[in-house]
T-cell receptor
């Protein structure tokens, strides 16, 4: 089966600019996650969707970050305006069930550099 | 809240050496435990998992046993290869909090020929 697709792979922007990332999960996976991975750290959850509804966005900096998952399939994560500390890899993951026994399938990530 | 603590790296081993990467966790209830591997420029890949106490997860020669009494899930491999060089992440997935996972900060493994 096809994996989780993310684009772009790399993005360099200046601070205060905006940027958007796209994710297409594995077909049929109802749950979609966006994680932020800062260099040298583990992934940190930003937002979780179940179909097209938000389940958990408690760690999303809502003053600058937004995300949507229209029609319960593709998802877009946006940052506006970007700050230097937003430099990180943004990982999208999907899961078939909310069953805790299942792991996630991750995309290759988008590496964002804010200068 | 939930947390995962991994041994700090980097870890450098010679080919065919024995590997142990320690992982301990703090969580309420009975989470599932996972090890993920991340190769350069790629996303995380699920390596193995265990869903209850005393379960042993295994894959590609790697093993880890869910120890509830010590809240640990140490990763082991009897004989590492150069191709095992990667970053390894320990994670838990809780039955509450809508199934979200908490990750450790990763341990970088380098295997030299």
């Amino acid at each position: 089966e096809a994996g989780v697709a993310q684009s772009p792979r790399y993005k360099i922007i200046e601070k205060r600019q905006s940027v958007a990332f796209w994710c297409n999960p594995i077909s049929g996976h109802a749950t979609l996650y966006w994680y932020q991975q800062i260099l040298g750290q583990g992934p940190k959850l930003l937002i979780q969707f179940q179909n097209n509804g938000v389940v958990d966005d408690s760690q999303l900096p809502k003053d600058r970050f937004s995300a949507e998952r229209l029609k319960g399939v593709d998802s877009t994560l946006k940052i506006q305006p970007a700050k230097l500390e937003d430099s990180a890899v943004y990982l999208c993951a999907s899961s078939a069930l909310r069953d805790r026994a299942n792991g996630y399938t991750f995309g290759s990530g988008t590496r964002l550099t804010v200068v | 809240g939930d947390s995962v603590t991994q041994m700090e790296g980097p870890v450098t081993l010679s080919e065919e050496a024995f590997l142990t990467i320690n992982c301990t966790y703090t969580a309420t209830g009975y989470p599932s435990l996972f090890w993920y591997v991340q190769y350069p420029g790629e996303g995380l890949q699920l390596l193995l998992k265990a869903t209850k106490a005393d379960d042993k997860g295994s894959n590609k020669g790697f093993e880890a046993t869910y120890r509830k009494e010590t809240t640990s899930f140490h990763l082991e491999k009897g004989s590492v290869q150069v191709s095992d060089s990667a970053v390894y992440f320990c994670a838990l997935r809780h039955n509450t909090n809508a199934g979200k996972s908490t990750f450790g900060d990763g341990t970088t493994l380098t295997v030299k020929p």
